[in-house]
T-cell receptor
Framework: AQSVSQHNHHVILSEAASLELGCNYSYGGTVNLFWYVQYPGQHLQLLLKYFSGDPLVKGIKGFEAEFIKSKFSFNLRKPSVQWSDTAEYFCAVTLNFGNEKLTFGTGTRLTIIP | EAQVTQNPRYLITVTGKKLTVTCSQNMNHEYMSWYRQDPGLGLRQIYYSMNVEVTDKGDVPEGYKVSRKEKRNFPLILESPSPNQTSLYFC????????????FGPGTRLTVL
């Protein structure tokens, strides 16, 4: 079965700092990769997704992620964070021919200090 | 507006008292799913449904039941809730096998005393 690891549990940054959140998955076959964001008190929203093609994908709100197949990684990046980026971020994977189950990582809580 | 709705949003109940959390989507999605979110564990799938009358267990199905009699609705049933089912529950739906963006409901915070 597939699994997802997010090693950063809580990240604290100042506004304008650069962000990189790590995500690694374990599965030998073809996967679809996602980053979801959960703002305080809100439901999950999709930030970006990767299915195939260009391994550098751009999402909403200036976020991007790079798929590195050899490292089984899909790290999330943003060059300059804002206070409004304070949220919990979840990396997730589905199998290409699975039941659509999203397997989530445990999440990274991001706190931006003004 | 395309959305997934859940009711109730908050519920406090006692051990053993049957409850149902409703989920409805207006996007004509075939796939629906229930997740629970617990601190340090992320979200885990409870049950899913590929279409009407087609449901199957996810990773943590014990203590839960579901039904899918209509395409738009996917209720989650706790027949005899226990304190370890205290959690935040999310319903989700999507249209495209494996590749579709899953749309999440606003969540139901359940406390079982």
């Amino acid at each position: 079965a597939q699994s997802v690891s997010q090693h950063n549990h809580h990240v604290i940054l100042s506004e304008a700092a650069s962000l990189e959140l790590g995500c690694n998955y374990s599965y030998g076959g073809t996967v679809n990769l996602f980053w979801y964001v959960q703002y305080p008190g809100q439901h999950l929203q999709l930030l970006l997704k990767y299915f195939s093609g260009d391994p550098l994908v751009k999402g909403i709100k200036g976020f991007e992620a790079e798929f590195i197949k050899s490292k089984f990684s899909f790290n999330l990046r943003k060059p300059s964070v804002q206070w409004s980026d304070t949220a919990e971020y979840f990396c997730a994977v589905t199998l290409n021919f699975g039941n659509e189950k999203l397997t989530f990582g445990t999440g990274t809580r991001l706190t931006i200090i003004p | 507006e395309a959305q997934v709705t859940q009711n109730p949003r908050y519920l406090i109940t006692v051990t053993g008292k049957k409850l149902t959390v409703t989920c409805s989507q207006n996007m004509n999605h075939e796939y629906m799913s229930w997740y629970r979110q617990d601190p340090g564990l992320g979200l885990r799938q409870i049950y899913y449904s590929m279409n009407v009358e087609v449901t199957d267990k996810g990773d943590v199905p014990e203590g839960y039941k579901v039904s899918r009699k209509e395409k738009r609705n996917f209720p989650l049933i706790l027949e005899s809730p226990s304190p370890n089912q205290t959690s935040l529950y999310f319903c989700a739906s999507s249209s495209d096998r494996g590749r579709g963006e899953q749309f999440f409901g606003p969540g139901t915070r359940l406390t079982v005393l």
